[in-house]
């Protein structure tokens, strides 16, 4: 799988939950470990990261402390992880890319 970085951050030493565009059409997310290996914690701000007009189309839980806890499929292969910085505390999951559908008008002129 190669990955595009396109963006991290929410943390102070620099080495930041990190979002990634997969060659396969989906999102790699760097994030906070938690007690399950298929989740991860990331900040908000990780979301503004999404290529234009597409979101992570997996459910996220707020947590209500300025994150999410998003699952996924674990990322475990060497090759994608090399592309990658990660600190012990964190893990890296795939995620479904979805593209947006708006719904609606514009204002009339």
Known sequence: ?????LGKGGSADGECPSLFAADSGTYVVVGWR???PETVEIPHLLLGFTEPDTFIGATMSDTGRGTFLLS?????????????????HEAAIEVPKAERTYFGVTAAA
């Open 34 to 36: 938690t007690q399950t």
């Open 72 to 88: 996924g499929r674990p990322i475990t292969d060497r090759a994608t992880l090399d592309q990658m910085s990660m600190q012990p």
């Open 1 to 5: 799988m190669w990955l595009t970085f």
